[in-house]
T-cell receptor
Framework: KAGVTQTPRYLIKTRGQQVTLSCSPI?????VSWYQQTPGQGLQFLFE???????NKGNFPGRFSGRQFSNSRSEMNVSTLELGDSALYLC???????????????FGEGSRLTVL | EDQVTQSPEALRLQEGESSSLNCSYT??????LFWYRQDPGKGPEFLFT???AGEEKEKERLKATLTKKESFLHITAPKPEDSATYLC???????????FGTGTRLTIIP
């Protein structure tokens, strides 16, 4: 079964621009979460969606936003890019077990964003 | 706020030399503790879930254990292919947020 697909894999932007990243979860998974990974901070939680509703949000400024579509695909957007936004952005999907969210996340390979 | 601290930051072992990685956590209500493995340029890969103190899980050369304050990932007779960054994460029972540690970068020397 196909894994989590993230596009694009690499992109370069300049300060002030905006970017949209896309994530297609594993078929049947309705939960999608996004993480920012940097060498200094590690993996930091951005937001989590389930059935098109945002369930949780991390401590990031409002420039970071996301959404989930009816087919469970998700996008995240970063507006007014800053140098510090350079990072690997990871998407993960998961399913429910007994009605509870498990910690078994299936990650994509990420979108590496460089802001110049 | 939930916190996860992993140690050491980096560990180099000879092939066959067993050791342990530590994950200390502070969480207001633990729903679960998770271990992931991440290879360079890849997303993390799920290894284990531990739910309560005293629980243990094993997979090949890896064994994860859990106490009320920390978890250990024991690596027995490691091989070069075990080289990776190992990440620990906790999920909060109340808000269900997942908090990751910064990882331990493990290198196994042939």
């Amino acid at each position: 079964k196909a894994g989590v697909t993230q596009t694009p894999r690499y992109l370069i932007k300049t300060r002030g621009q905006q970017v949209t990243l896309s994530c297609s979860p594993i078929s049947g998974h309705r939960s999608v979460s996004w993480y920012q990974q940097t060498p200094g901070q590690g993996l930091q939680f951005l937001f989590e969606y389930f059935s098109e509703t945002q369930r949780n949000k991390g401590n990031f400024p409002g420039r970071f936003s996301g959404r989930q579509f009816s087919n469970s695909r998700s996008e995240m957007n970063v507006s007014t890019l800053e140098l510090g936004d350079s990072a690997l952005y990871l998407c993960a999907s998961s399913s429910l077990a007994g009605g509870l969210f498990t910690g078994e996340l299936f990650f994509g390979e990420g979108s590496r964003l460089t802001v110049l | 706020e939930d916190q996860v601290t992993q140690s050491p930051e980096a560990l180099r072992l000879q092939e066959g030399e067993s050791s342990s990685l530590n994950c200390s956590y502070t969480v207001s209500g633990l729903r679960g503790l998770f271990w992931y493995r991440q290879d360079p340029g890849k997303g993390p890969e799920f290894l284990f879930t531990l739910y309560s103190a005293g629980e243990e899980k094993e997979k090949e050369r890896l064994k994860a254990t859990l106490t009320k304050k920390e978890s250990f990932l024991h690596i027995t007779a490691p091989k070069p292919e075990d080289s990776a960054t190992y990440l620990c994460a906790v999920r909060n029972f109340g808000n269900e947020k997942l908090t990751f540690g910064t990882g331990t970068r493990l290198t196994i020397i042939p």
